[in-house]
């Protein structure tokens, strides 16, 4: 079965510090992976999308990290800001033979950034 | 820009009612789904679609209906609420198929009675 794993549930860090937040998968034969910011109230905001054949992707203070063999992405945020409070969800999406492929969410991280 | 808009915002129905919640997008997407999500297991896939005319279930499709008449419209229409299907519900559309970036609308928080 194709799960989607993000431990911690939570995480509370002082502002400045680096955010390191963790995905983790059990099909190892992904098409990519999307990380993704949910604000509450709100909907999902994609932040970085990692082709199966990329190991990593930047965008400003985001940078994401893909490990297939390990089955593992890393999405870390540079000297957060109060403003990087979120919850912050990855999907995978897997190529599948009878329909137009699975993407699957995990639950998410929630990031409290102190100020 | 307006991007994915879904109306209603908040909906309070009784157990039995029907209705149903609305997505539009203006970016000329083939693919659109709905998702529900619920506290502690994310966000799963009810239906979606990949082209007017085309739709098809996902993981939890029952209860729901859906149809594509237009690129830009994809309805989802609860036949008779029930209390399991208090939940917030997300629309959502792609440029690409398959995996493409996924763009979300702001929700519909459903609860019912």
């Known amino acids: 079965k194709q799960e989607v794993t993000q431990i911690p549930a939570a995480l509370s860090v002082p502002e400045g510090e680096n955010l390191v937040l963790n995905c983790s998968f059990t099909d190892s034969a992904i098409y990519n992976l999307q990380w993704f910011r949910q604000d509450p109230g709100k909907g999902l905001t994609s932040l970085l999308l990692?082709?199966?054949?990329?190991r990593e992707q930047t965008s400003g203070r985001l940078n994401a990290s893909l490990d297939k063999s390990s089955g593992r992405s890393t999405l870390y945020i540079a000297a957060s800001q109060p403003g990087d409070s979120a919850t912050y969800l990855c999907a995978v999406y897997w190529m599948t033979t009878d329909s137009w492929g699975k993407l699957q969410f995990g639950a998410g991280t929630q990031v409290v950034v102190t100020p | 820009n307006a991007g994915v808009t879904q109306t209603p915002k908040f909906q309070v129905l009784k157990t039995g009612q029907s209705m149903t919640l609305q997505c539009a997008q203006d970016m000329n997407h083939e693919y659109m789904s709905w998702y529900r999500q619920d506290p502690g297991m994310g966000l799963r896939l009810i239906h979606y679609?990949?082209?007017?005319?085309?739709?098809d279930q996902g993981e939890v499709p029952n209860g729901y209906n859906v149809s594509r008449s237009t690129t830009e419209d994809f309805p989802l229409r609860l036949l008779s609420a029930a209390p399991s299907q208090t939940s917030v519900y997300f629309c959502?559309?792609?440029?690409?198929?398959?995996?493409?970036?996924?763009?979300f609308g702001s929700g519909t928080q459903l609860s019912v009675l």
């Open positions: 990692i082709q199966s054949s990329q």
């Open positions: 679609s990949v082209g007017a005319g085309i739709t």
């Open positions: 959502a559309s792609s440029a690409l198929l398959p995996g493409g970036k996924l763009f």
